[in-house]
């Protein structure tokens, strides 16, 4: 067990929905990171959040949008949801943002876009 | 020029041998190579990883070669065994960023 929690589990949902994936980070970790896997664009990097503010920004469509909240816990918010955006969502935790930092990874949301 | 290219895509071993998968990158930028361990239904979980400046790094049956003139670094299992059937990841990141940057897996199987 990573310590980093994700819910739900799993997730179906229609086209054109709009869906809230929550992470809560490992005890005292301060940055975030979202990360989508999907069979064939494999493990990306989406955004990453430290202490309240994004860091980073990597392959994230602009219909997705994230947040990291006071307590640490961070939200991925994917709306006018399509097919292709079916996939494994992970959430990691870092204690700071620096480059070297071990990323815990979370056991993942899966969504089904039907 | 962000790519982290791993190969082979599948790989199956016997009980006791040893696997090795490799990865190149092409960004010169790259600080921080990991390599994280994947069983099905989990999140990955880091198994060891290597900075540039050491060419190799050793935590038990797993050991990190690492190449940096090649831009080419490799995990080798020694005495496999079937528990250590899992996808197996690599990945490198910026020196001045956090996010990893994937291969695309490498999904060993260990036959008894």
């Known amino acids: 067990d990573s310590g980093v929690t994700q819910t739900p589990k799993h997730l179906i949902t229609a086209t054109g929905q709009r869906v809230t994936l929550r992470c809560s980070p490992r005890s005292g970790d301060l940055s975030v990171y979202w990360y989508q896997q999907s069979l064939d664009q494999g493990l990306q990097f989406l955004i990453q959040y430290y202490n309240g503010e994004e860091r980073a920004k990597g392959n994230i469509l602009e219909r997705f949008s994230a947040q990291q909240f006071p307590d640490l816990h961070s939200e991925l918010n994917l709306s006018s949801l399509e097919l292709g955006d079916s996939a494994l969502y992970f959430c990691?935790?870092?204690?700071?943002?620096?480059?070297?930092?071990?990323?815990?990874f979370g056991p993942g949301t899966r969504l089904t876009v039907l | 020029q962000q790519q982290v290219k791993q190969s082979p895509q599948s790989l199956i071993v016997q009980k006791g041998g040893i696997s090795i998968i490799n990865c190149a990158y092409e960004?010169?930028?790259?600080?921080?190579f990991p390599w994280y361990q994947q069983f099905p239904g989990k999140g990955p979980a880091l198994l060891i990883a290597?900075?540039?400046?050491?060419s190799e790094k050793k935590e038990g049956r797993f050991t990190i070669s690492f190449n940096k003139s090649a831009k080419q670094f490799s995990l080798h299992i020694m005495d496999s065994q079937p528990g250590d059937s899992a996808t197996y990841f690599c990945a490198a990141s910026p020196w001045q960023g956090g996010k990893l940057i994937f291969g695309q897996g490498t999904e060993l199987s260990v036959k008894p």
């Open positions: 290597i900075r540039p400046d050491v």
């Open positions: 960004n010169t930028a790259f600080d921080y």
């Open positions: 990691a935790s870092s204690k700071i943002a620096g480059d070297t930092d071990t990323q815990y």
